[in-house]
């Protein structure tokens, strides 16, 4: 999937960089991508959002699956570098309450 790129792990932390749009189209193979890098070796999760430019409704569900697994195995998550219009939306179904975004 190439609107989405592991950087690396760095300090226990898994942080993959999100590019472009991120919809219902290809939601599910961003989900699969992103638990196949966890998997290898579960971490806190960080999410670098600065050139990603558009996620719908599936987008924001596949982001809370993410945190359900990241969270059973006793770990965090967090989304930084997030447009204005895109954290919006978090803010606007209070999913700042549930993980971080910086």
């Not at 991120?22 to 579960?42: K, L, R, T």
């Not at 965090?76 to 975004?101: G, T, V």
């Amino acid at each position: 999937m190439e609107e989405m790129k592991v950087l690396g792990r760095e300090n226990g932390c898994l942080t993959v960089a999100l590019s472009g749009e991120v919809d219902s189209g290809n939601a599910e193979a961003f989900y699969e991508g992103v638990i196949a890098a966890y998997a290898e070796s579960p971490s806190n999760v960080m999410f670098d959002c600065e050139n990603l430019d558009f996620i719908d409704s599936t987008t924001l569900g596949t982001f809370v699956k993410i945190l359900k697994r990241v969270k059973t195995d006793g770990y965090k998550m967090s989304l930084k570098n997030l447009k204005p219009k895109i954290k919006k939306l978090f803010l606007i179904c209070s999913l700042d309450s549930i993980m971080e975004i910086k």
